[in-house]
């Protein structure tokens, strides 16, 4: 069908040559037609068709190889917007990216506790303010805003120390709808660690394999799913939710602890706090005194069996090639999180299990609202209604597989 002239495949074509544009950065048109399977004539008619639009532009020419001078096309970075907003248990944060993932402004607020109406009021003004960056031309190329958030939000009150109750006008709130009145654009809703899971995708190193189990340490824990080189939300969007994985032992009768309660930051923030630290600055500064390294080395010894358990009781469901840890912990604790993880898991029996990679993501705090931002770059812009690994892209600094206990 390629070549033809139909309004749906010449929209397909285009998104074809979006794509390999946004993943290489710059091509020539020869390397266009190679790289999406369409004739010269075809790509350089697209092309220039992209360029009218204002969605690619031209590079200076490139010598010095055997025959003529090529010019690279490239996405316009001015081409177009997307807005990201993240909507999380302690903070609320919004993105503004152009066509490239360059940030052109962000907005962060943190808060004691989530309350809808407040929260949602927030997420509305921040928007509204990055969108005030743009001229009226680059407004109207703003092609949406992509909303994360955990899912039932509302179920964690007690969790967060929160009166029973507080928290449920999440139940009925419509956090898409208020932010498409505010700015009249359309918005999108994603469970926030599936969103962190694309960032890493899209914007990150971490993630090469076709399969791979994504996980982010929050305030709860929450994860992501990469099945057949395709991010899998999952049948209503919730895939990857490791923080449910039950924990412990049932006390009392009662039905046992889960994952969100022994390997969480949430435990690390209380810690902190009651060590006299503002764990938010901690989180976020990068600096840490011996005292809060204490603390930090106590929380992850307390974490790592529970968490380990819980990554090999996802291996024994599906054989994930690599775990991806990454999350609001500062890059040293994070990778040190995921040595101690990699050597936890090699502690258990693994019989009867495929040895997988264990690696720490390159994003970090930012991945939650950063996917949200990018997603709707892909949606626009994708041939795909999945979202693909990127090709040619290894793990950084990859260990060996975890391999069996002896």
């Not at 969605?55 to 001078?69: A, D, N, S, T, Y």
């Not at 005030?132 to 958030?149: F, N």
């Not at 799913?225 to 990857?240: C, F, H, T, W």
């Not at 022994?262 to 600055?281: H, I, K, M, P, Y």
Request: contains cysteine; glycine residues 10%.
């Amino acid at each position: 069908m390629r070549g033809g002239d139909t309004t749906g495949l010449r929209a397909y074509n285009e998104r074809l040559i979006m794509s390999a544009l946004r993943r290489a950065g710059a091509l020539s048109r020869a390397e266009i037609a190679r790289e999406t399977g369409l004739s010269g004539q075809a790509a350089s008619v697209i092309v220039s068709r992209l360029m009218e639009a204002g969605l690619v532009v031209k590079r200076e020419k490139v010598r010095g190889h055997v025959g003529q001078p090529s010019t690279p096309i490239a996405p316009n970075p001015a081409g177009a917007y997307s807005l990201g907003v993240k909507i999380g248990r302690h903070s609320v944060e919004a993105l503004l990216v152009n066509l490239t993932g360059d940030v052109i402004g962000s907005r962060r607020k943190g808060f004691a506790a989530p309350l809808p109406d407040r929260t949602i009021a927030t997420a509305a003004r921040q928007v509204t303010e990055l969108l005030e960056m743009l001229d009226e031309e680059a407004r109207r190329r703003v092609v949406g805003i992509g909303i994360a958030m955990p899912g039932e939000l509302e179920a964690w009150a007690t969790e967060l120390d929160l009166a029973p109750g507080s928290l449920d006008g999440w139940r009925t709130a419509n956090v898409s709808g208020a932010l498409s009145q505010a700015t009249g654009l359309e918005a999108w809703l994603y469970n926030d660690a599936t969103a962190a899971c694309a960032a890493e995708m899209i914007a990150g190193s971490a993630i090469a394999t076709r399969s791979a189990l994504y996980i982010y340490m929050g305030t709860f824990i929450g994860g992501g799913i990469v099945l057949d080189g395709k991010l899998y939300p999952g049948e209503q969007a919730n895939a990857g939710a490791i923080g449910s994985m039950p924990a412990g032992r049932a006390i009392g009768g009662r039905a046992p602890r889960q994952l969100i309660h022994s390997a969480s930051v949430l435990q690390l923030e209380r810690a902190l706090t009651a060590a006299g630290f503002d764990s938010q600055e901690v989180l976020y500064s990068d600096t840490a005194t011996p005292e809060i390294e204490a603390i930090f080395e106590r929380w992850m010894e307390a974490t790592l069996p529970e968490f380990a358990r819980a990554v090999v009781a996802a291996l024994s469901i599906i054989d994930f090639q690599a775990v991806v840890v990454d999350g609001l912990l500062p890059p040293p604790w994070r990778a040190r999180l995921t040595a101690g993880l990699e050597d936890t898991l090699g502690a258990f029996n693994l019989s009867g299990l495929s040895p997988t990679l264990v690696a720490a993501g390159s994003i970090g705090p930012m991945a939650r609202v950063l996917g949200a931002a990018m997603l709707p770059l892909e949606a626009r812009f994708s041939p795909d209604t999945d979202l693909l690994v990127r090709s040619g892209i290894r793990p950084a600094e990859p260990r060996e597989p975890v391999r069996k206990a002896g």
